[in-house]
Each structure stands twice: as structure tokens, then as C-alpha cells.
């Protein structure tokens, strides 16, 4: 632990990332108390585990612009949060952020005024993100954080934060009064602590302290590529895989007035793929190509590379089935989406998944993983079924970052709307826009239900839980409890009105005895078919779904 330092009104870039840095480290050390925070009784907690990973990917990609200006640093933090965002705790947190580089733009350097502006800019951006915002969660806690803070004249940088964190505090005490789902729970909002936490690593790095450094977002390990593969013959098929970072340079662009669509139309037309992003002076770029060099000598036109990466696909693929692959010709429509277990993958491939993205529940995929999925997708439409309602704004916040299909993206809130809808899929049955809206009303109309182990005791619906029994449910209400989950199962289907189905698709899960509650069912159902497979999913124990 450093002396503590001088208090200061000047906020200047390090002094910005040193802050994240803390954050992020603060927050690392706390996720698993934040997941804790779960409203649902069942071990599906990752609020914390969303929120670590999403500050560290823009921690990362900040990490590299040391010596920048405040501006462009608090730019490239919101460019590596909005890809590394996952879950809807890690969305609204990237575009809290988003709002603090949009207050900070353009500037060298701040003072204690400029950044309470910048945290009003931060509300505002919240708030716009979320189509019908809810007071109790993380909006309310910055929202009134940032009101209670707002008068911060006089105040040093540090007084101004322990301030926004007292009212933050209180905000956070106060949210089950305002979100019922809370107050029966007994919890407070987890992403409301969440960014608490963070802003305590704020005020410890203007008090000096220090904790073990942040990390990065997890890197994908480098695979060993066996050189033979690309020979003297070989033909270059996929392209390259070209990301770098370009800061525009006074002494080649008008940095007030140069318009950047310049360079991305330019990109556009060059290769496919495309993620463009500029945050203040600093342009990012991703793009599939035959020709970076091309790219890479037409965009020195304007600046200078920060970073570069180009990996040659063509060699990649030759030892991945996962490596992205340049499309030429594309299709029609193309459906993506997201299930783990690898019974439930396989599921969704037989019934028309093109790409299925591994992740779920604890596991929420990032926006950078959708848009890898969308690369490996080649159709001029592509349809993203989440299959989970708090992977449903990731998916939505990848559609709008993506540039080289239209994405559309059907709002599935658990496994069965998924699975019955894609299942359903009918290519010829209209245009893009008629489809999204079938699609989703065949999402919205159909009665899936799981079975899970119960993590507290609780009272819901007049049904009693105790903690390690196991509970039936549909969404969030909790419809059976039992001492096994067959017995749960049993009485969720008799909730669900089994026997006015036809038919019962049941995913289990990797500790279920499916054989004793197929045997059950069908002596008390016998006029329902059950269609029972392995899911293999973590979680949840059984998986229904009524048709």
C-alpha cells in the first residue's frame, strides 16, 4: 500500500486508467458475493462473474494507451466494454461507461466539476440503453449515486467519489422498496453493488492504495499451428483476420472536422466482417481480408497503428472447425444461438441451428462471442436465438456492432421458446421482417419449465423451500418443490397442466435418473408423448418443454 496521496482535482488519463485498474480489481475480489446476490433461489448467480469480466475487457484494451489523453482513454475503456459486455448487468455497465467517455470526450484532462458532468452524461446513456428501465437495479444506484453527488463544488476528486459512494449506498440499502422481486428474495440489487464495488476501487486509487494489479479479460490461449499446413501450394482461401488500433495524427487529418466514415466506407468495400469503432482520436478495427496490407497502407493515410494483429485463416481452418472462415456467397437467413450441454448443442443443430454458441446460465456469452458466431455464419439475415432473458441485451448490443449481415434478434427467455421456434423455422414464409415478427410470436407462446436445487430457504407462491430440496418453475414463479428432482418434475407438469399436451420434449441434465421419471410420467400421463434426451446442461436438473 502506497502513502496516501495528495488529494487532487485533476483528472488526467493515467490517473483514469489507475482508477479502473482498482475498480476492476475490486470488483474481481467481491464477484462472488455479488453473485451471491441472486433474487432466484437456485445456483444460477453471475452477476458478479458478468460485471469482472466486462470492466476487464475494457481495462484491457485501455491498459495499452498509457500517457493518452483522458478523452481517448475513457474511449478505448467503453470500446473494450462494449465487445467484452455480458449478461444484462455487463451491458448497462458498459454503457454506464459509454456515457462517461461521451462526458469525457475530447478532453486532455479534467477536474472534479467536468467529472460529475461526465457522470450525468453516465446516467443518461444507462438510462437510453434499456427500453423499459426499472427502478431497484443499477440504474437507480448510479442514477441517484450521481444526483446525491451532484453538488461537488470545492470538492477534491476524492471527497467528490466517497460522496457518490455514500448516496450510492444508500440508494443500494433502498432497492428492495422499489423492486418487489428483491424484497422477497431478501437480497439488494447485485448489479447495484457491483458498480459500488468498483467505485470503491476508484476512491482507493486517490487515496493511494493499491491492490494486486487488474487483470485483462481472459485471452484465448494461441493454438499451435503446424506451419506445414500453409505450404508453397496452398491456396489462400479465408483471408486474414485484421484487428489493430489507429490514432489519427494532427499532422495528416483535421482532428476537429475529419469525418472517419472515410476510412470505414473504405474498409466496407475492402473485406467483410467489419467492427468500426472511433472513440476520440482512436479508430479500431476489425476485418476479415486478402489484402491488409492494402488496409493497413491506405489507413497510415491518416494516422499511426497503435496495435496490429493479422492471423492467416486459411491455416487457421486447416486445424479448427471453429476458425473464422471468409464467405463470399451468402444465403438467404441463417440462425444463430446459445445453449451448453453438449446433448442440448446437438439438439439444436438437428433442428436448423447453423452456429450454436456455448453458454447459458453462469455462462453468458459476450458481445465479441456473438459476433464471431455471426462471422461463421454466412446469410444476409441472420436470426440470434439467446434462449435466456439475461443474454437477450448482449445479443441485441452485438446486432447494432455488427456491419456485415442484418442481425435480428428473437427474444428467447429460456431453452424451450428456442428450441420450439427454431424448430419451427420456415424460410419461405416471408421476408425478414414477417419472420422476426412469427418467429417471435411462436417464442412467446410456448410453456417451457426446469427443475433446480433449491440454494435457501423461501416462500413463494404458498409454496414452501427449503434449502437443498428442489424446485419445478416456470420463469420466475415457482410452481413444485420435492426431495429429488423427479418428484419436482412430477409436480411442475401437474402445474404446467401436462395432460393437456400432446407432447413433452425433456432435456435432462448431467445428475437426473431420466429412466425413473420417464417411467412415472407415462403411467400418468398416458395420452402425453414424452420425448426424453440428455441435455448434459449444467444447472437445471430437467428442462420440459410442452408442445
Same mark, same amino acid.
Do not use: H, W
Given at each position: 500500500m502506497h502513502d496516501k496521496k495528495e488529494q487532487t482535482n485533476t483528472l488526467t488519463g493515467d490517473l483514469?486508467?489507475? &482508477?479502473?485498474?482498482?475498480?476492476?480489481? =475490486?470488483?474481481? !475480489? =467481491?464477484? !462472488?458475493?455479488i453473485n451471491d446476490l441472486n433474487v432466484f433461489p437456485i445456483p444460477d448467480g453471475d452477476t458478479g462473474d458478468n460485471m469482472t469480466l466486462t470492466i476487464q475487457a475494457g481495462y484491457g484494451q485501455a491498459s495499452a494507451l498509457k500517457g493518452a489523453p483522458l478523452g481517448?482513454?475513457?474511449?478505448? %475503456?467503453?470500446?473494450? &466494454?462494449?465487445?467484452?459486455?455480458?449478461?444484462? @448487468?455487463? %451491458?448497462?455497465?458498459?454503457?454506464?461507461?459509454?456515457?462517461?467517455?461521451?462526458g469525457l470526450a475530447g478532453l486532455k484532462e479534467t477536474d472534479t466539476k467536468g467529472f460529475t458532468e461526465a457522470m450525468a452524461s453516465a446516467v443518461t446513456e444507462a438510462y437510453s440503453s434499456v427500453s423499459h428501465p426499472v427502478e431497484g437495479t443499477i440504474l437507480t444506484? *448510479?442514477?441517484?449515486?450521481?444526483?446525491?453527488?451532484?453538488q461537488a463544488s470545492g470538492l477534491s476528486l476524492e471527497e467528490y467519489v466517497s460522496k457518490l459512494i455514500r448516496a450510492m449506498e444508500v440508494s443500494l440499502e433502498h432497492t428492495p422498496e422499489k423492486l418487489q422481486v428483491l424484497a422477497d428474495a431478501g437480497v439488494v440489487d447485485s448489479g447495484g453493488a457491483g458498480l459500488i464495488h468498483i467505485f470503491y476501487g476508484f476512491r482507493d486509487a486517490l487515496q493511494g492504495k493499491e491492490y494486486e494489479a487488474a487483470e485483462s479479460a481472459p485471452a484465448a490461449t494461441a493454438p499451435k499451428v503446424d506451419l506445414s499446413a500453409f505450404d508453397e501450394n496452398t491456396e489462400l482461401k479465408f483471408g486474414y483476420c485484421t484487428e489493430f488500433l489507429l490514432r489519427l495524427q494532427s499532422s495528416k487529418v483535421d482532428l476537429a472536422t475529419f469525418d472517419e466514415k472515410e476510412i470505414e466506407e473504405y474498409i466496407l468495400g475492402a473485406g467483410d466482417s467489419v467492427v468500426f469503432f472511433r472513440e476520440g482520436s482512436i479508430i479500431k478495427v476489425h476485418v476479415h481480408t486478402k489484402t491488409p496490407g492494402d488496409i493497413l497502407s491506405h489507413c497510415q493515410r491518416w494516422g499511426e497503428f497503435l496495435t496490429i494483429k493479422i492471423e492467416n485463416m486459411t491455416l487457421q481452418h486447416n486445424h479448427s472447425a471453429f476458425a473464422p472462415q471468409k464467405k463470399v456467397? +451468402?444465403?438467404?437467413?441463417? +440462425?444463430?444461438? %446459445?445453449?451448453?450441454?453438449?446433448?442440448? +448443442?446437438?439438439?439444436?443443430?438437428? *433442428?436448423?441451428?447453423?452456429?450454436?454458441?456455448?453458454?447459458?446460465?453462469? &455462462?453468458?456469452? /459476450?458481445?465479441?462471442?456473438?459476433? @464471431?458466431?455471426?462471422?461463421q455464419v454466412p446469410a444476409q439475415t441472420i436470426f440470434v436465438f439467446p434462449n435466456n432473458s439475461n443474454i437477450i441485451m448482449t445479443a441485441r448490443q452485438a446486432a447494432v456492432a455488427y456491419k456485415d449481415a442484418d442481425v435480428r434478434v428473437i427474444p428467447t427467455k429460456d431453452i424451450g421458446a428456442g428450441y420450439v421456434a427454431l424448430a419451427g423455422f420456415d424460410p419461405s414464409a416471408g421476408s425478414p421482417d414477417e419472420l422476426e415478427q412469427s418467429l /417471435?410470436?411462436?417464442? /412467446? /407462446? *410456448? *410453456?417451457?419449465?426446469? %427443475?433446480?436445487?433449491?440454494? +435457501?430457504?423461501?416462500?413463494?407462491?404458498?409454496?414452501e423451500v427449503s434449502k437443498g430440496s428442489f424446485i419445478g418453475f416456470r420463469g420466475d414463479d415457482i410452481l413444485s418443490c420435492g426431495p429429488d428432482a423427479n418428484a419436482a418434475a412430477v409436480g411442475l407438469l401437474d402445474a404446467l397442466d401436462a395432460a393437456e399436451h400432446d407432447v413433452a420434449v425433456v432435456f435432462s441434465g448431467a445428475e437426473s435418473a431420466p429412466e425413473e421419471l420417464q417411467e412415472a410420467l407415462g403411467a400418468k400421463y398416458p395420452l402425453t408423448e414424452f420425448m426424453f434426451h440428455n441435455g448434459g446442461q449444467a444447472v437445471y436438473n430437467y428442462i420440459i418443454i410442452l408442445c
Open positions: 483514469f486508467l489507475e &482508477m479502473i485498474a482498482q475498480g476492476c480489481a =475490486n470488483l474481481s !475480489q =467481491n464477484r !462472488q458475493s481517448e482513454l475513457a474511449g478505448a %475503456v467503453s470500446s473494450g &466494454m462494449l465487445m467484452g459486455a455480458r449478461g444484462n @448487468s455487463g %451491458v448497462i455497465l458498459s454503457r454506464i461507461f459509454a456515457g462517461l467517455a461521451k444506484v *448510479v442514477r441517484e449515486g450521481a444526483e446525491g453527488a451532484q456467397e +451468402r444465403k438467404g437467413f441463417g +440462425r444463430v444461438t %446459445v445453449a451448453s450441454g453438449a446433448g442440448l +448443442r446437438q439438439a439444436f443443430e438437428e *433442428v436448423g441451428a447453423d452456429y450454436v454458441i456455448e453458454g447459458g446460465q453462469t &455462462m453468458n456469452p /459476450s458481445v465479441a462471442d456473438f459476433i @464471431s458466431a455471426f462471422d /417471435s410470436q411462436t417464442a /412467446s /407462446s *410456448v *410453456v417451457c419449465g426446469m %427443475v433446480s436445487t433449491a440454494i +435457501r430457504d423461501t416462500v413463494s407462491g404458498g409454496i
